[in-house]
């Protein structure tokens, strides 16, 4: 560094004897930055001005340039990094002040989203307290960036992974409440685990999820909707399934599954009595037929003696 007392030297190429305090420079025409640390200015290098003996408060990187502060506004604390040459220092934002957090792309203190009390970590702006009601994070120390799903009751769901508290509202169902009922469900109505339709199915649907269609040959009155079968038939059949034909005698080709059990029960009772009778009067011919021959042979006897 010059001495003051010494005139300066100097040549093409600048001074000999190094710059005056406060300069810096080939030429001295540099200023030191006045944000180095107090009765330090001698200390700015004279050929890069940074600062040697540190920085005023506040202030960071070899010139004492960046503030903290003035960069980052909200910021509480920084930090000074550099490359892995130990070059090109830099400054960022490590620690906001309350209510923001530092982004993890800029540095830069954002406010806290979606937070209770508008609370989050300084560093990774997860809500300390939670998120506020409509929102949720996917994971735990993960930012309350989502929406609760709108087909969630009263919009309101989990903070953490975003299951709906409350149910579904009407027509959906699943653990977000993000899947149709079955649209055969009547009223499109459904249980908000399985999906399961709760108040039954549209006409002609039959199932847990009324996902089964009704027998083609059932009537107006469709189907059980438990098990498919059939409360009526067209003309001309019968059954559970509609699949028997009635008889061709039936009056217009109607018939229903009791009047056909009716019908075949007496034709049974009829063969069983008329077959009844048919093995009673072999009985009795049989008998007739031995007492016959019993009276022969008495008679045949009596001539012999």
Not at 77 to 93: G, Q, V
Not at 96 to 117: A, M, Q
Request: aromatic residues 10%.
């Amino acid at each position: 560094m010059h001495n003051n007392n010494e005139p300066p030297l100097c040549n093409q190429t600048g001074c000999i004897n190094g710059c005056a305090e406060k300069y810096y420079g080939d030429h001295c025409i540099e200023t030191c930055s006045d944000n180095c640390a107090e009765g330090n200015f001698s200390a700015c290098n004279n050929e890069t001005g940074s600062c040697e003996k540190g920085c005023k408060h506040g202030w960071h990187l070899p010139m004492c340039d960046f503030n903290c502060s003035l960069h980052y506004p909200h910021c509480k604390k920084c930090h000074e990094y550099t490359d892995r040459n130990n070059e090109n220092p830099r400054a960022t934002c490590h620690i906001c002040k309350s209510g923001h957090y530092s982004e993890f792309l800029t540095s830069f203190c954002k406010p806290c989203e979606n937070c209770i009390d508008d609370e989050c970590d300084g560093a990774i702006g997860f809500c300390t307290k939670g998120c506020r009601q409509g929102w949720y994070a996917k994971r735990t120390r993960y930012l309350c960036e989502n929406y609760c799903s709108e087909n969630c009751a009263d919009r309101m769901c989990d903070g953490i992974g975003g299951a709906c508290i409350n149910g579904c509202g009407l027509g959906f169902y699943g653990k977000h409440c993000e899947t149709e009922c079955p649209k055969e469900c009547l009223s499109a109505t459904c249980k908000n685990s399985t999906g399961d339709c709760t108040i039954g199915c549209n006409l002609g649907f039959y199932g847990y999820t009324c996902n089964s269609t009704c027998q083609s040959r059932c009537g107006h009155q469709g189907c059980n909707q438990e098990n498919g079968h059939c409360k009526d038939c067209i003309s001309g059949f019968y059954g559970n399934q509609c699949r028997q034909k009635c008889n061709s005698t039936c009056e217009s080709g109607l018939c229903d599954f009791i009047t056909v059990l009716l019908a075949w029960l007496k034709s049974r009772l009829r063969y069983f009595f008329s077959w009844s009778k048919s093995e009673n009067d072999i009985k009795m011919d049989i008998e007739t037929t031995n007492y016959t021959q019993r009276r022969k042979q008495n008679n045949g006897n009596k001539r012999h003696e």
